[in-house]
């Protein structure tokens, strides 16, 4: 008799060698070796966690109480896969092409991505999947205490369930949150729960063949015993036979768990084809031996009074403890798998509609593409895992291993079933609507709760009894045992007629009488059309074609020399020879993400499952490449904008050079103007040396004259250089200016004397008027008086008058005063008014007089410094000059 | 020697240096101060020899130059052109304009008074005077 410790020994060896195996798959995956993983027979296998530990030692005893009802189970199940195959091969479609991850997934998903109608799946899936791993836990630790009872060791039943509960978390969360894959599936979590899949069969099997040829004596026996055994007695209930064969049906379709290893799990359609039959062939197998494993429970009188046991104390009443032990491990794997399988799926909705979403709020993440947020994800599903784990340990403690959990497969079947009506109208109506499914579920949600539930949590934990016996505040018509006042004779077919029945109705009529939104309406129109949509998929092998497809698109987008580095680093990765990598889900991710850079992951993302046809291009991607659509419209915009910008900036570039070569020409201009005026005295001066170099006799009057005109030109040279200088210096250097009080009258004075024009006989006449010029001033009185005199002897040179008069007169004009000389010569031609400011310009009727034509320039210049201003007044008879005094001249005033 | 030299010529100070010289070497002198009136001067006076400034009031004497190359009376008239202006460019568009001789300023007396000799060995054939 093996021990309790032994036995221990031998689970945990079974768990290391299931790790070992999914640690093996894992690898073999990453490396991209499907092989076997790859394998219908795997992906078959794998559906059979719907055989927990409930049918694996529940079975038997159900045949005990109720004859042949135990068959309902599979019964369902197999029509389902016989008869509504396309169902189950639409739904696995629908699933690839919309990247489903889990029933919550589905429904929201077809009812325009509605988060609540997620959340509210997830809920119901939570609440009736909780109570099912107390069961899978009671189990197990029922299946200890049998062996601990009848061989040595000290029974810790509750020790047990944690350990267990504990163990399968760390299972979960190592192979099933190893990393976000972007098609959820687990090579490696599958392939064990494939190989726990045999050794249920072969457990039960071995059982079964004990039973017929070890205790009875063969086949014939066999019947014979069964003729005469109670079990086939059982009355038959045709009304539950129905029900529970429907019920069973829709688990199939509606289990969380049994969605994640029908369609999320799924990596090749054309498996499906081959779990058509051969699963259905499973359930045949794992049911085949039942009755007789019961009838000679019954037989033996030494095998307990729990038949839910039978399967393992019959083995150990007749002392074959290597089948007590294959069916102890068969059993084990019977509930671990499917916790496993639950938690793991129930953490995806969790995670995915519940944390993910509030924790998106409360941090107003803007990045979920990053890889914070994959760290996020990630950690919210390994402690969904523990909490579930943890929910169902702490279940099974409050229930206290209380028989009531065995009524709980059927409840959970039946709350998982209220998705069915928005399941099936989803796949197959385009009318139904998002108001129709949450009025559905949540109505068929609320009654499950109340009727089923509810009494099962109270009765679990003897709690509530008064009040779901008599209803709350007595009223008796809500109580969960006499619903609407009806004496119920079967609670779970009752609930299930009311549940199922209004959910229905009220999914039907809430669609009718509400509109689909747009998006709805297009995930309806791709749901209920899947064919049309989408292409079959056969895995991640075998597209040859694709990776070259893929290449060309990632050279259009990235250059080829980029893709061609991509691609060959990827095979290399990958261990191929060659630059054509596999299109696996690892390299296709990396690839988007490479081209997400350039056109936006939501294009990205669109072109590569445009090219692998692993997805339909939902309308949420279309929305988001109509995003990046308009941001680079925005971003054209900009540009345009900048480029006009440009435009601009060369235009005044061009500008800018033209004035430069403006002002190239007019310094060659100046240059040349500068050589010509000191060119023409020095002509004059060294014609005129040379003439009095030479010995020839000359008088003295033409000697003394000649000598004169040197002596003039040389003062003319002279006094251009200092204009030139003094021109210069005002234009572009540092004027200091030595500012002082002066009177304006004193300054005309000092210019008229210095011009030579005083005397009362010279040949201009000066008009002034001498109380208008007590004007005090306040600048610099030498640079003032060069202007005046500049004017006055332009005066004296220009005025073609026969009486040459200068008019000087004096005005305040809006607070500043203004100096004007006007002569009463013939004035400047109106063309010429603006040149004579310019330096070296002279009018021409100024031709032949003295001067270089920079005294007006440099007066102007002056001016400016000063801070008021010169101009040349037209419009008057003869020359009219204004200067404007400096403002500052009010300063003292 | 002889004959007779109009100066196209503003400055008066240059106009009266250069007829001292020219004068001294047997020319008959009249000085013309405006570009204006310079081909009627031209034509009223019937010079053998024009001296001519590039830079004039009124007209510039590279204007008046062209003038005389296109008419035929003063087409093959002698022209010594005057600059002040010292660039190369000047003296070039004068040769081109048919100058027969051209002097930036300031010259020497002697290389003026060689380059009105020369000009009016030039003609000495048809002048003759």
């Known amino acids: ?893 | 020697m002889g004959g007779r030299i109009l100066l196209v010529e503003d400055e008066a100070n240059i106009v009266e240096a250069l007829g001292f010289i020219l004068s001294r070497d047997g020319w008959e002198v009249r000085g013309h101060g405006n570009g204006n009136s310079a081909l009627d001067e031209i034509e009223r006076l019937k010079p053998d020899i024009v001296v001519l400034d590039v830079m004039l009031p009124g007209r510039s004497g590279l204007d008046i130059l062209r003038d005389l190359r296109g008419a035929p009376d003063t087409a093959e008239l002698p022209v010594l052109m005057l600059t002040a202006k010292g660039q190369s460019r000047d003296r070039d568009l004068a040769m081109s304009l048919g100058a027969d001789a051209f002097l930036t300023k300031p010259f020497s007396n002697a290389e003026l008074v060689a380059t009105v000799r020369d000009l009016s060995a030039r003609i000495g054939a048809s002048g003759g005077r």
């Open chain 1, 1 to 893: 008799m093996l021990s309790f410790n032994g036995l221990v020994a031998v689970c945990i060896l079974y768990v290391l060698g299931l790790f070992g195996v999914a640690f093996l798959a894992e690898k073999r995956a990453a490396e991209g070796k499907a092989g076997w993983l790859n394998s219908p027979w795997t992906y078959t296998l794998s559906l059979s966690i719907y055989t927990t530990a409930w049918t694996f030692y529940g079975a038997v005893g159900s045949a005990v109480r109720t004859g042949l009802e135990f068959l309902t189970i599979y019964l369902g199940p197999t029509l389902v896969f016989l008869g509504w195959f396309w169902l189950l091969r639409k739904m696995v479609r629908i699933g690839r092409a919309q990247r489903i991850t889990s029933i919550a997934d589905m429904i929201s998903s077809r009812y325009g991505k509605s988060g609540a109608l997620a959340a509210l799946v997830t809920v119901l899936a939570l609440l009736g999947t909780t109570p099912y791993i107390a069961l899978q836990l009671q189990s197990v630790t029922l299946s200890f205490a049998v062996f601990a009872n009848t061989g040595g060791g000290s029974p810790d039943a509750e020790n047990t369930a944690i350990w267990v509960a504990a163990g399968l978390a760390l299972f979960t969360i190592v192979f099933g949150t190893r990393s976000l894959d972007i098609n959820e599936r687990h090579p490696g979590l599958v392939s064990a729960i494939a190989l726990e899949a045999i050794v249920k069969l072969v457990a039960l099997l071995a059982v079964g063949v004990f039973v017929v040829w070890g205790v009875a004596s063969g086949p014939a026996d066999m019947l014979a015993r069964i003729e005469a055994s109670p079990v086939a007695q059982a009355e038959w209930n045709g009304a539950r036979w129905l029900g529970i064969t429907m019920l069973a049906a829709a688990a199939i379709l509606c289990l969380p768990r049994m969605f994640q290893v029908l369609v999320v799990e799924n990596s090749d359609e054309g498996h499906l084809a081959t779990a058509g039959w051969a699963f259905p062939l499973y359930l045949l197998l794992i049911s085949l031996f039942v009755v007789p494993i019961a009838v000679v429970g019954l037989e033996l009188g030494s095998v307990g009074d729990n038949p839910d046991l039978f399967v393992l104390t019959i083995p150990l009443s007749l002392g074959q403890d290597g089948l007590a032990l294959l069916v102890f491990l068969g059993g084990f794997s019977a509930a671990t798998s499917m916790v496993i399988v639950a938690a793991l799926a129930l953490s995806t909705m969790l995670s995915n509609h519940i944390i993910v979403p509030l924790w998106l709020q409360a941090t107003r993440h803007e990045d979920p593409m990053s890889g914070d947020m994959r760290r996020v994800a990630l950690m919210a599903r390994r402690i969904s895992i523990g909490g579930i784990l943890f929910l169902g340990w702490g279940y099974y403690r409050l229930s206290g291993g209380a028989t009531a959990l065995a009524d709980i497969g059927l409840i959970a079947f039946l709350g998982v079933a209220q998705v069915l009506p928005a399941l099936l109208g989803g796949i197959l109506w385009r009318g139904a609507t998002r108001i129709g499914a949450a009025l559905g579920i949540g109505v068929g949600f609320a009654i499950w709760m109340w009727l089923l539930l509810l009494p099962n949590v109270a009765e679990t934990g003897g709690l509530l009894s008064g009040f779901i016996a008599d209803g709350p505040f007595g009223i008796g018509w809500l109580s969960p045992l006499t619903p609407l006042g009806l004496a119920a004779t079967d609670p779970l077919l009752t609930a299930m007629i009311l549940s199922l029945g209004l959910n229905t109705l009220l999914f039907i009529l809430g669609s009718l009488l509400s509109f689909p939104s747009p998006l709805e309406r297009l995930q309806g129109a791709q749901f209920v059309n899947i064919y049309a949509h989408s292409r079959p998929l056969h895995g991640w092998q075998g597209a040859a074609g694709t990776a070259d497809d893929l290449l060309i698109m990632a050279q259009r987008i990235l250059g080829a020399q980029r893709a061609g580095a991509l691609f060959q680093a990827a095979a290399a990765g990958q261990g191929r020879a060659g630059d054509m990598p596999d299109p696996t889900p690892e390299f296709l991710e990396k690839l988007e993400r490479e081209l997400a850079g350039s056109v936006g992951a939501a294009t990205a993302h669109a072109m590569v499952t445009q090219i692998t046809g692993g997805a339909a291009v939902g309308v949420r991607q279309l929305m988001a490449v109509a995003d990046e659509t308009a941001q680079i419209k925005e971003y054209s915009n900009r540009l345009e904008a900048q480029s006009a910008e440009l435009a601009q900036t060369a235009a005044r570039l061009r500008e800018v050079n033209a004035k430069l070569t403006e002002l190239s020409v007019q310094k060659d201009a100046f240059l040349s103007q500068i050589s010509h005026e000191l060119r023409t005295p020095m002509t004059s001066i060294r014609s005129f040396s040379e003439i009095l170099m030479q010995a020839d006799p000359m008088d003295d009057a033409a000697r003394g004259r000649f000598s004169r005109i040197i002596h003039d030109e040389s003062l003319r040279l002279t006094r251009l250089l200092d204009d030139l200088l003094d021109l210069s210096v005002l234009e572009h250097g540092k004027v200091t200016l030595h500012e002082s009080a002066v009177d304006l009258s004193d300054v005309l004075d000092r210019a008229i004397h210095a011009a030579g024009a005083q005397a009362t006989d010279a040949p201009l006449r000066i008009v002034r008027d001498r109380a208008a010029e007590a004007v005090p001033l306040w600048t610099d009185a030498d640079r003032l008086a060069q202007v005046f005199i500049n004017l006055i002897s332009n005066a004296q040179k220009y005025c073609d008058a026969n009486r040459p008069e200068l008019t000087i007169t004096v005005q305040a004009l809006r607070g500043r005063y203004e100096v004007e000389f006007a002569d009463n010569g013939s004035g400047i031609p109106p063309g010429q008014q603006t040149l004579i400011f310019e330096k070296f310009a002279r009018a021409d009727t100024a031709r032949g007089a003295p001067g270089a034509g920079l005294g007006l320039a440099i007066s102007r210049e002056i001016m400016t410094r000063l801070g008021g201003g010169l101009i040349y007044v037209p419009g008057g008879a003869g020359a009219r000059f204004r200067v404007r005094l400096p403002a500052g001249a009010l300063r003292v005033a």
